[in-house]
């Protein structure tokens, strides 16, 4: 049986699963994270689900049902979501699932011990076990438990946990009021947080007795937490830990301080003598070429994911964002390559992800697989919704669509391997007050967000033009020479009543789409596809059509 496509992301396009831990058990891949709701509010407010892949075929994901619910929890409903989890396969032949509770905004996600659920079997469903604690029944609270990880490394079963932030290395911190800041984020006295001969901030790792529960070695820092001087001096650990074993080497991957970028670190030990490697991957595809956070292809924000081999190539899973905020965020993949040295290169963010290569150039696509959507000033999230306008992947109902393209809105398509094409096409249509998203719940700026920020409804929407003379030019180099240019203004003056001042006015038909289209003649050949939108008028995307 011929294969499907898979593109970026790879879930369906109404799924929202972040932070993804995946791991191979059996001869099926297993895609574990967090769960967002579809332009939700907050982090993570649905229950965990699980998907599965052949390990032959990375393009026929399967839905295996929700895997265990937060009202499992002792601690529901103080706190109302569980954080990014992992899995592991214990000694006993069960799997055991490891999260942290929080609450809106992360709120109360510092406070309280790791949690543990138990299945048979990979997919679910768990049951809930109890929390990490010691062998005298104390709960196990030492440093943050936050974004647990899970090892077994033949029969040792390590827990890598931990959150850092840098307060405690500014010469003021007693004074400063970032204790105080920690007193309240942590949940813990001052005596306690001055109690840790190191910081009760850092990367951490517990050894677990057989039980999955029981501590058998002290938690302990895996590297600094002070990084001046360090390898890890410019992408300091933030959260997100996950480790894989590659060969006898061993891979910390985590989120840095930047906040949109996947770094490793790598020992002959797995719990001491970490060396900074690199960058794996952006959200933004900052870093790589030299591109800084300033000109970054996409809105950037929290991420959290890890490495895996699938049939003897490597990959990097990911999250990207959409709805202008943190908090609806979808699984990405891309391959990755390990040099002989044990080195990862950054890779760019693409739309074929675990595609066996480039898409293919004929058919119609999803206009939100477009790996790059920028209008040159795109903001940076982490723990933020914007109500400020930009280009955004949004919904409205079962439409998924770009909204907020305006002038000069560059969307990146890679790759499509094109042979004989003659023809592109978009699906779009003019945004106006009837089908604009209107975002109406709570907003919310993290103190590490960049953009202006506006209360809901407000902003310029660039709609005072008319719409004449609005294009997508087409372009396979982000710079390149124009292929051709697909032409919006007859189907807009058509689409539209004239009152008797001569001005348009909107009709009901404001929600149905177009399809535009242009000749080109494009080079055949594995190629990039850029749209830059010019014109007066807002507009939204949701289809490219290849012919």
Known sequence: MQKKQVFNPFLPLNEYIPDGEPHIFGDRVYLYGSHD???GYTFCMQDYVVYSAPVDDLSDWRYEGVSYKVNHDPIYPKLKYMYAPDVV????GKYYLYYCMGGDYGEGGYHNPISVAVSDAPAGPFSYLGNVRYADGTLMKRYICFDPAALNDDGVIRIYYGTQYGYE???????????????????RSKEEILSYPDSINGAIMVVLEDDMLTVKEE???????????????????????????????????????????????????????FTFGGTIVS?????LNGRSETDKLNMTGTTHGSIIEINGQWYVFYHRLTHKSD???????????????????????????????????RGTYPAVIACNLTNGHMPHGSNCIYPIPFPNVTNLGEDRFIGEIEDGTFIGYKYFEFNGLNRIGVTARFETDKNRVVYSGPIRIDERGTGEVLPPGTGERGESGDGAGCFFEIRLEPDGEAYGR??????????????????FKEEENDLNWDTYNSDVDIPDGVHALYLIYHGDKKVQLKEIILI
Request: aromatic content about 12%; some cysteine.
């Open 37 to 39: 709701k579809e332009g």
């Open 89 to 92: 396969r214990g000694n006993d």
């Open 169 to 187: 290395e500014e010469e003021d911190f007693l004074t400063n009021g970032r204790l105080e800041d920690e007193i309240e984020m942590f949940g």
């Open 219 to 273: 938690p302990k820092h895996i590297i600094p937490y002070k990084v001046k001087g360090t390898s890890f001096e410019g992408h300091p650990f933030f959260e997100g830990s996950s480790m894989r074993k590659v060969g006898d080497k061993y891979y910390f991957v985590y989120s840095s301080w930047q906040n949109h970028e996947l770094c490793y670190a790598v020992s002959d030990y797995p719990d001491r003598d």
């Open 283 to 287: 959200n933004g595809d900052v870093g």
């Open 327 to 361: 908090y609806s965020r979808q699984a990405c993949a891309e391959k990755i390559y390990i040099e002989t040295d044990g080195s990862i290169k950054q890779v760019e963010v693409t739309s074929c992800g675990l595609n066996e290569g480039a898409l293919e150039g």
């Open 486 to 503: 697909i032409e919006m203004e007859e189907a807009y003056n058509t689409s539209l009543d004239v009152a008797a001042d001569g001005q």
